[in-house]
């Protein structure tokens, strides 16, 4: 049990909890930026604050539990207004009871009592637009897809994107809250225009290379959806699923029959 962290680019921290999924500090000299939370089980507020002696601020890329129930420890939280609902459902005691399960499967011993009975921080609505933390900005821009209200955050200075779960070398994008396939790859071509070099996202340890997402995005063809094989998600019974491959080793596991939802896109 415990984060594993390691600085991937100068002042860029990213941290893996005992579930496995990934979070990223980011140093300024004014002010350090943890950007998702993880799975909470462990106290990602201290952790984060261990790594530096400036203020830590918390934003989330979207609402889902694994990725918000770390903000517990924190006063505030700011996530884009179009997964409010969603960040508030996915603190509450169903999904905390799923992580604790979770942590039982991998043999995780936790406190389940204070688990439960943690206080969610205060949300506040992400705006867009840069987040200067002295000497390293993080530019937070929308990219509806695998949620409403998913965010990306661009660092300049390190020419590094945080993609948040509308990227991951294994990307799901059928939850009912999830875009149609259509409309999250018009947002994804969008984040093509940005200058970036490196890249990284939750679900991995790894750092990107800027093809590794280029090559996904450019692959999401209608050839390669209409191609796509029918995959069984287990859990989510009730929503046809179908894996398509647009790079090598890369999968899309999406919706074929999500109608369009006609949010505001990227930019
Ligand atoms: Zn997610």
Redesign the pocket.
Known sequence: MGFRCREVLPDVLHIEDALGVCMTLLRGSREALLVDAGYGLENAAAFAASLTDRPVRLVLT?G?Y??CLGAAGFPEAFVFGEDAALVREHCGEFWRRRALESAAQRGIRTDAEAFLSAPEPVWRALAEGPIDLGGLTARAIRCPG??PGSAVFLVPERELLLT??DWNPYT?LF?PEALSVREYRDNMLKLLELPFRHVLC?HRWELYERSALETFVLGLTDEVLRAARPVDTGAWLGIRTAEAEPAPGQCLVFDPERKDRRLPGAG
């Open positions: 979207h889902h694994d990725h695998h949620t948040g779960d799901w939850f939750p």
